[in-house]
């Protein structure tokens, strides 16, 4: 099956500054490749995705980037802000298939 | 955004009670939901994928009988923990599969915190 492994475990950054969490995925075959972000006691919320027919995608302070040869996917998050500090969890999928492999997840400190 | 909710959010029960907890999709149909549960400080551990109109599919370890799943609409799907004890006590989530216009991103629910006294 997959194996989705994901670094850092914990991650502080001073506001304004970027953050980076990687995410390597073990089968080609997965294509979709979501990023979720969860505030404590909430469930996940789908910040962005990317499949793999493309590179990289960026929404306002967000980018995902993808390198199917080397089977890793990185989330970027630019000018942080406070409210960015929670925990982000990265995902594999294969998409005609329903289940979905979660990383570890790593939590994202933002300083003021 | 593809909007999905659970309720009750919190939940405290006597030994030995059951437990139901609904998830619902508002403003999709969703053939495949999911109910994970989570531990403090953890990731998201699948339980069970529920299909609607079927029998759901449950992870290896997971009591079938303890954790009884029903998804009888394409909207809805409800947990139930049965003769609960204090180990079931976790965060419960629900998510849900948007095939159409989301092009088959899951979204979660809020969570159910349930306490098993």
């Known amino acids: 099956g997959e194996n989705v492994e994901q670094h850092p475990s914990t991650l502080s950054v001073q506001e304004g500054d970027s953050a980076v969490i990687k995410c390597t995925y073990s089968?080609?075959?997965?294509?979709?490749f979501p990023w979720y972000k969860q505030e404590l006691g909430k469930g996940p919320q789908l910040i962005i995705d990317i499949r793999s027919n493309v590179g990289e995608k960026k929404d306002q302070r967000i980018a995902v980037t993808l390198n199917k040869t080397a089977k890793h996917f990185s989330l970027h998050i630019t000018e942080t802000q406070p409210e960015d500090s929670a925990v982000y969890f990265c995902?594999?999928?294969?998409?005609?298939?329903?289940?979905?492999?979660f990383g570890s997840g790593t939590k994202l400190n933002v300083k003021p | 955004g593809a909007v999905v909710s659970q309720h009750p959010s919190w939940v405290i029960c006597k030994s030995g009670t059951s437990v139901k907890i609904e998830c619902r999709s508002l403003?999709?149909?969703?053939?495949?939901m999911f109910w994970y549960r989570q531990f403090p400080k953890q990731s998201l551990m699948l339980m069970a994928t529920s299909n609607e109109g079927s029998k759901a599919t449950y992870e290896q370890g997971v009591e079938k009988d303890k954790f009884l799943i029903n998804h009888a609409s394409l909207t809805l799907s409800t947990l139930t923990v049965t003769s609960a004890h204090p180990e079931d006590s976790s965060f419960y989530i629900c998510?849900?599969?948007?095939?159409?216009?989301?092009?088959?991103?899951?979204?979660f629910g809020p969570g159910t915190r349930l306490t098993v006294l």
């Open positions: 998510s849900a599969r948007d095939q159409g216009t989301s092009g088959g991103s899951q979204f």
């Open positions: 403003d999709f149909q969703a053939t495949t």
């Open positions: 995902a594999a999928n294969q998409y005609n298939f329903n289940k979905f492999y």
């Open positions: 089968d080609s075959a997965s294509n979709y």
